[in-house]
């Protein structure tokens, strides 16, 4: 089986404090739709623009919300060495299931520098780890030679979240490695990417079609993953999560609310929006809804 796990948003009320009643029935209905865990904490969630403080009460209150049925995964990685290693010793407390750690950005690291950045913070805990290939957003990357050496060095280093439409060579070690997971972080791609032999998705879209996304990484069936991939075309029309919560809003799930340097999206995009998913997602319901 798949799975299909869920990169949260963190929902914000108008005046910009964080939602934890939104954040809390989101969670729980993506449970009752059979949703594999969940990533707090990560790009998704707008971490960047939440304090230490902020991150804990939202890793509490999803941890609550979940009570122990599913794994909870929260980011911790940053493009400091130290500031992540502290942030690690500071989530200790928390019953999590582990730490996505994303490669450093801006800095450019060496791929020795990324080798010690990881080993350094893989030593901090004995909870798994995730790694996260996301070279788009980073300019920086987990080469499979890379990967393969921090394997070896790093035993709890147990799944990789790789978004990345370029992972023949990956998917090639995780045949011939066998001892992690491989997870895509790309909804688009992520269907070709779990036929071919990936673990499952940590997907964005799972947010409005928690079902459909679970049927389609246990089932595929071509016409429903279609579907699929026009949501997730309209999800990143603008710069995530901007376009998801637009539509969380429009089924009053959230408000609209993001954090700058992040804001709501153009009134063209939101009209795109508003003109093609209804269907689709009356679509998908139907596609789902018993013979």
């Known amino acids: 089986m798949k799975q299909v796990m869920t990169a949260l ?9 964080i939602d934890f009643d939104a954040l809390r029935t989101l969670v729980k209905s993506q449970l009752d739709a059979g949703i594999d865990g969940f990533i707090v904490c990560g790009t998704t969630g707008e971490t960047p623009t939440l304090t230490m403080e902020e991150r804990e009460a939202v890793i509490d209150c ?56 990881f080993q350094a913070a893989c030593a901090m805990t004995h909870k798994p780890v995730m790694l996260y290939h996301v070279p788009k957003r980073t300019a920086s990357r987990i080469s499979v030679p890379l990967l393969e050496r921090l394997l070896s060095a790093c035993p709890n ?17 995780r045949q011939r490695h066998g001892g992690f997971h491989l997870f895509s972080g790309d909804d688009a791609s992520c269907f070709d990417a779990m036929q071919e032999g990936m673990d499952g998705v940590i997907s964005v879209i799972s947010h409005l079609v928690p079902r459909a996304m679970k049927q389609a990484a246990d089932r595929p069936e071509p016409h429903l993953i279609a579907l699929l991939k026009k949501v997730a075309e309209l999800c990143f029309i603008e710069s995530s999560p901007a376009p998801l919560k637009h539509l969380l809003s429009c089924q009053g799930r ?11 999206i ?6 795109v929006l508003d003109a093609q998913f209804p269907a689709l997602y009356d679509s998908i319901r139907a596609w789902l809804m018993p013979q």
């Open 9 to 17: 948003i963190t929902p914000f009320h108008e005046e910009g404090s």
């Open 62 to 117: 999803v941890l609550h919300a979940c009570k122990a049925s599913v794994p909870v995964y929260a980011g911790a990685g940053t493009n400091c060495t130290a500031t992540t290693i502290a942030a690690i010793c500071r989530l200790e407390k928390y019953p999590l299931s582990g730490y996505l750690l994303v490669t450093p950005y801006y800095s450019r690291p060496s791929e020795e520098g990324l080798f010690r950045h």
């Open 157 to 173: 280093i147990r799944a990789v979240k790789y978004a990345d439409s370029c992972y023949a060579d990956v998917l090639s070690l």
């Open 254 to 264: 959230c408000q609209e609310m993001l954090r700058l340097p992040l804001c709501p």
């Open 266 to 271: 153009s009134a063209k995009s939101a009209a």
